[in-house]
Structure formats: structure tokens, C-alpha cells
């Protein structure tokens, strides 16, 4: 069976221990690969081999830099289908989608990085009167670590590499135990590309045994992480008194306002990609539906309708608009929501059950769900789920939208439908979300900061920000005599 080992300077190698961790296939529910079960001392060694690189590496140019990040984008457009389908089989969604997006979002990040970094710069101040001139040094940090996420894994896992190499930094990085494969392959591509040994070290294994390691090594400067709100806080009780730079990029329970003077059919089609998507596992999925009450009876059918023709599948067939959920238990996790919603007085409009796919029958399908409920207080309207399940309520004021919208722990994304241009203004300024999409979803400029507001994280990834994150800056003050 296939070996998913650790990538550390350069080289691939078991992880020391000799132990594995199975990698199960979500359409079909097989287990087709081993992953290394990684420790303390596997990090320590690739935190070694960071730290020998680190001089080097900080101090290669920027175009040197640039050119090999570039490289590795060219790599992974060539490869596109390679990992494409690796993608598919190691996390369950759809090949059209890792085709379209997983993939081709990967290799745009390590080309945005490598041109960004061409363009980077810091400020300059000249105290006037006081013969001073200041200057910003934006130094690298040193060896950073970088944790991710199962939902979207090349795509994540590049997203904070490819920022951090640029800058200078070495990297220790984990991907999810879940998820390792296209991480994986990625090392391979980095050793084509001519990234020099030990600046980019991969190290697979559980969030408590490898990921603790990376969090708790005290010479490990920042750490960027992706993933749920509960590890978020643990990671940072744990990097606070080291005083470490954090990057937290958390849950979240997204709203979606949709207004009578929308643009109804493209608000439709949009609604339900935004809502299904990846089979709902995209931490930008809007979740949580609002719809004000002159169109609501109508949006509850047409939605329906539309759901229900959404294609429940495996995820190497062309016609699968769903695929598997990624395990299990999170499938379980997903399918416990539906019986808690129905307990607390929630409608199943649409879905709720598992589907059983033809030749693919131990895989986690489920069908895509919609619930309305009457309280947006409720625990499914409250609590993220991570999966194919929505919530749908109907409002009557845009005060009492804003007022619904805000009333959750969460603040990564929100959606606003409509066409008043002074709505548009008043919501966005106060909907507490780091993102405010409006007529559109997932509409990404990589440019634009990308974070999220209360639990949903601290910090920003995305343009200069992810630069500036992974950079210490220095002011230097010089006296001159005048
Ligand atoms: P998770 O928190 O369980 O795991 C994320 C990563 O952290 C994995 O690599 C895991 O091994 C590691 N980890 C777990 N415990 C750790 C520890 N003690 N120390 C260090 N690392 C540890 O999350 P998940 O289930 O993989 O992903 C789903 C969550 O991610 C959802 O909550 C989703 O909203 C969130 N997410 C957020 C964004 C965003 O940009 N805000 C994007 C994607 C996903």
C-alpha cells in the first residue's frame, strides 16, 4: 500500500517512530494509503533542516525567489490532473471541482506570492525638523510553522507556504491527517522547481501529536493555521506565552440576506452553489439563509426545486455536482445536526438521509438539506456544521436581518443580495463579517485581505497582509547632521 512519508530537506522518510495512520477514500469508504504518524522528534528534524536553510533562503534574492516560486506554479498547472485526481479521492468532493478550483487556486497562490513579493516594500518616515529619517526593515521571521486544514488541501496548504517562502521565511508545515495526499505530491514539485533543500518541510500526522509539536517548539517563530474555532483557541493558549505571531483562520456560520429587489435568478443559482458546494465543507459556505418575506414563499420553492436536481455522485463522475463527505465521522457529526434540528421543531424541506451510490456503496453521501426553522437562536442555526445543510427563515425588516446576521459567535463571511445601493452601504459597514460579498460568492481577489471577525479568527491572510504577517518589521532611526 502506498506510503505518504514526511518531505524534510529535501528527502522523503518515514517518520521516525515507524507508525501509520490509515488514509480512507470517502467515496468508497476504503482505507488506500498509510500515513506517517509523525511526532515531536520527526518536527524537531524538520525544524533542523529549516533552520540550516534559513540563512541562505533569507537572503537569496527576491527574483531568485520569485523564479522558483513561479516554477512550482508552472509544476502544478502541469500536473493538474494528477492532482486534481488525487484530490478527489483523498478528500471525496468532485473532480470537476478540484479540476476548476482546488487545483488551479493551489498554483495561483506560488504565482501571486512570487510576483507579490517582486512588488513588496515598506514605509519611510522623515522627522521634519528633527534630522531624523526612519525606515521600515522587513525582516523574515526565522522558521514558521503552517497548519491546514481538510476541506480545501492544496489550495489552503499552499495559501500559507507559498506567502512565507516568499518572504524569506523556512517552513515547518502540516497538512490535515485527513487529507495529506496532494501535500504529498507537493514536495516532489518542489524539488523539481529547485526549491532549495530544507526550505519547505512537510510533516504528516495528527493535530496532537505533530501539529502540538510544531505549536509547542519554542524556536518556531509564527504560526499560521487554518481550521476550527476549538483548535484555534488551544493553539493560541498554547503560543501565547511564547509570544508567538499567530494567523487564525477559524469557523464559521455565514449569513446570506437575500432582499426582495435582488436579481432572483442569479441570486438562485448563485444560493445554491453557495450553499452546496464542496458539499457545504467550505468555511465561506453561507449557511445560514435570510429572506425577506415578500419573496419567501416563492425562494422556498424555486430553492427546493433547484436542490433537488443537484446530482448526488461519485467524485470521478463528470455529471456529480455531489460528492462524498470527507469521513465518517464527520459525516456522522453532519447527520446528528439533522436529528437535533428536527428535536428542536426544525422542517426538513429537502434531504436529510444518506444515499447510497451505485459500485460506491460504503461511501459517506448525504443528501443536501435544507431546513427551515422558526428561531434563529436554534443550535443548527447557531453551531457550525461543515456540511450539506442549510437553514432558511424569512425576515421582514433590514434591521431585524442585520440583527439576525450578527447573532452568532461567528464573523468569516456574508452574502447580501439586492439591488439598493444605500443598503448595500449600511449593511456592509455594520454586518460583523470580514467578508461582505454582494450579488456574488467566493468571488476572490487574492489581493484583498481574507479573514474573519470574533471566533471565526484573528489576523488576515491575502496581499501584503500575509507579507507583512510573515515579516518582523524594524524601524531604523538615523540622525543626520543638517
Ligand atoms: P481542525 O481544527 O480539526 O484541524 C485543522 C488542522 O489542525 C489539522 O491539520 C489538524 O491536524 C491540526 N490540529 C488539530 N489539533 C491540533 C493541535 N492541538 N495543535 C496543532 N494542530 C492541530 O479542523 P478541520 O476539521 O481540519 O477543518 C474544518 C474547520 O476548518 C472548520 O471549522 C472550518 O470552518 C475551518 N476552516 C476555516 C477556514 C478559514 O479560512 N477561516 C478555511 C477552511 C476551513
Redesign the pocket.
Known sequence: MQKILNYINGEYVEPISKKWLDNYNPSNGEVYSQIANSNAEDIENAYQAAKVAFPKWSNTTIDERSRILLKIADLIDEKLVELAEAEAKDNGKPLSLALAVDIPRASANFRFFGNAITQFSSEAHESVGLNTMNFTLRQPLGVVGC??????PLY?FTWKIAPAIAAGNTVVA?????TPMTAFLLGEICSEAGLPKGVLNIVH????S???A??EHKNIKAIS????????E??AR?AAPMFKKLSL????KNPNLIFADCNYEKMLEVTVRSSFANQG????CGSRIFVEKPIYKKFKKDFVEKVKQLKIGNPFDAETNIGALVSKS?LEKVESYIKIAEKEGGKILFGGNRVTVKDFENGYYLEPTIIEVSDDQCRVNQE?I?GPVVTIMPFETEEEALQMANSVKYG?SSTLWTSDLNRTMRISKKIEAGIVWVNTWLNRDLRTP???MKD??VGR?GGFEALRFFTEAKNVCIRYEG
Request: hydrophobic letters at 30%.
Open positions: 497548519i491546514s486544514p481538510w476541506n480545501l489552503l502540516k497538512p490535515s491527517e485527513v500526522g495528527t493535530g496532537p505533530a501539529g502540538q510544531i505549536v493555521f487554518t481550521g476550527g474555532t476549538k483548535t484555534g488551544h493553539i498554547t483562520e477559524l469557523g464559521g465543507q467550505i468555511c465561506l464527520h457550525e461543515f468569516l481574507f479573514g474573519g471565526s479568527g491572510e
